[in-house]
């Protein structure tokens, strides 16, 4: 043998591996190639390992994650004279996209550059940072099936992405102030563009005005989080009198490490903190509670804005009461005009909705969207072998998920399917998503509950349904979450979740099912269980007060 041949298994693809694993070889004047293939990145090297497997695993880029390798003997029929990507091997491919990714280090160090072509440019990114799910329209990942699609690339983008040894190598995103989005600020009788867009809208921040702002998944309403008066406008003129509100942060200075690290990671999500860590908010931010939601920039156009503002500031959802928020320009204009007193826009289009990301600061997810979907995770020992499995969840606070092998993909945050306007983004995201891992369901499972959309959706597919008891999801979710394998044993798990659809087909209160997972289902009996009693306004009431009562979700 005269060569070895490693293969790499793990976040691989879509991430700027193969570039890597070019410059790594390069750098180590090693001759051979790499390819993307349908289970992973397959690399034959010249001669012996040589360190090189540890090298990949000490230098991974950012947003890869390798699970596993394995080195083995290569023969070369014709030894090669220097290192090479090749084309993608034949056959089915694992296809992945990555979670939009905020900022990286390289593309805000230029940003903030005078000397760099892409000099406050507010739409920079990269390999390893940038819009991915959120613009995507369909598959193939490619620049034509985005929403880059209206913006051809210049010749110096051009090259960028033509070379493995830059970090824009293949980027679809990617784009420059020649040939890229362009921002735009509409008030009443005003019009600009570009950074003088970004100015009057630091301007009107500063002055204590409500700003709509574009972002990478839909739509906030900003204001300074230290102005009582503009934090009370904004509260009234959406109809938000007391639910607190998301703050971001200039920076994560003087925060809990757990925190700042979570905030700084490329998922970049709102984290929970003691409000009494956090400085310059006014107490109207979070009345009578003792966390706050706070993030820090995660899009190149936030960090501008923060740069120019040096304070928090409000960053909550762009939407009326009882619609999902704007996506689009002509929709946030005309939804929002009561509510805000500018619009700072751009033209690149937010294909698929993704909110801000909730964790605790202890890890613990409360809203999984922007940064994490559409990852996949794993599923607990023992259950290796699903059936492709289509599961659409509750119609409040509604995800859903593509369960196959030993994974289970799910779903952005959607909400309230009954809402205006949430059930069609809805069945875009599932659309897509099953088509970005070719996925094909031999079964539909849904909530018991027959009144649910979700559930009278999938009566309609030509698949064969199962329904599953509201608490015992519930459950069942939880022992998921947390790995419980399938032969763990018996547990309890006590679901305090309101009302759910109970196994004689009525509606039931918080439960205590006593059960063990078993094929995403739940063997169970009901160990005790609350009736529901009745109230005025039946289920209808019960989705307006379940949020209120539910927890605390900026």
Aim: glycine share 10%; aromatic share 6%; net charge positive.
């Amino acid at each position: 043998m005269n060569g070895v041949q490693i293969r790499i298994r793990g976040k691989v693809q879509g991430v700027g591996f193969r570039p890597f694993v070019w410059q790594l070889a390069r750098a180590q004047a090693r001759c051979g190639d790499v390819c993307n293939d349908g289970d992973g990145v397959l690399v034959r090297l010249v001669g012996g390992d040589d360190g090189f497997t540890a090298a990949l695993a000490d230098h991974c880029p950012p947003l890869a994650r390798i699970d596993n390798t394995a080195c083995i003997p290569y023969r070369w029929a014709a030894t090669p004279q220097d290192f090479t990507i090749r084309e993608s091997g034949a056959g089915r491919m694992r296809t992945q996209i990555v979670p939009d990714a905020a900022t990286c280090p390289a593309c805000l160090a230029e940003m903030n550059d005078p000397r760099a072509r892409r000099y406050r440019y507010p739409f920079i990114n990269c390999t390893h940072c940038g819009p991915r799910l959120t613009i995507i329209r369909a598959m193939p990942y490619d620049r034509p099936f985005t929403a880059m699609a209206p913006f051809p690339l210049c010749s110096p983008c051009e090259a960028e992405f033509r070379d493995p040894a830059d970090r824009r190598f293949h980027a679809q995103p990617v784009a420059c102030p020649d040939c890229g989005p362009r921002l735009e600020w509409r008030a009443e009788g005003d019009a600009l563009d570009g950074e003088a867009a970004l100015q009057a809208a630091i301007a009107r921040l500063a002055a204590g005005d409500i700003v709509a702002i574009k972002g990478i998944g839909g739509f906030h309403l900003a204001c300074d989080a230290g102005n009582p008066a503009a934090v009370a406008t904004l509260r009234a003129r959406k109809h938000r009198p007391a639910k607190p509100l998301a703050v971001m942060l200039p920076t994560a200075t003087g925060l809990p490490a757990a925190a700042a690290a979570l905030m700084g990671s490329p998922a970049a999500p709102i984290v929970l903190i003691a409000k009494a860590q956090v400085s310059g908010l006014c107490d109207e931010i979070a009345p009578g509670l003792a966390e706050v939601g706070v993030m820090l920039p995660s899009n190149p156009l936030q960090h501008l804005l923060l740069q120019g503002l040096a304070r928090p500031i409000v960053m909550t959802s762009g939407n009326l009461s009882g619609r999902p928020p704007a996506l689009s320009n002509a929709q946030a204009l005309n939804e929002l005009a009561d509510i805000a007193d500018g619009f700072l826009l751009h033209n690149r289009d937010i294909v698929q909705r993704m909110d801000d990301s909730l964790v605790r600061s202890s890890g613990e997810m409360l809203r999984r969207a922007r940064g994490y979907v559409p990852d996949a995770l794993p599923l607990p020992p023992g259950l290796g072998d699903i059936p492709p499995l289509l599961a659409l969840g509750a119609d409040m606070k509604n995800t859903f998920c593509l369960a196959r092998g030993s994974e289970a993909v799910l779903s952005q945050h959607f909400g309230d399917l009954g809402e205006e306007g949430v059930e069609q983004q809805w069945r875009s995201a599932l659309q897509l998503m099953q088509s970005i891992y070719a996925f094909v369901p031999q079964r539909v499972v849904v909530d018991a509950h027959p009144g649910y959309r979700s559930t009278q959706w999938a009566a309609s597919l030509p698949l064969p349904l199962e329904t599953v008891l509201h608490h015992h999801a519930h459950a069942a979710a939880c022992l998921a979450e947390h790995r419980w394998p399938l032969d763990g044993g018996d547990v309890i798990a006590l679901t305090l979740d309101g009302i759910g659809m109970g196994g004689e087909r009525r509606a039931v209160g918080r439960g205590v099912p006593a059960g063990q997972l078993s094929r995403m289902r739940t063997s169970w009996r009901a160990a005790g269980r609350r009736a529901a009693r009745g109230g005025p306004g039946g289920t209808p009431a019960v989705a307006k007060f379940a949020g209120p009562l539910s927890g605390i979700c900026p």
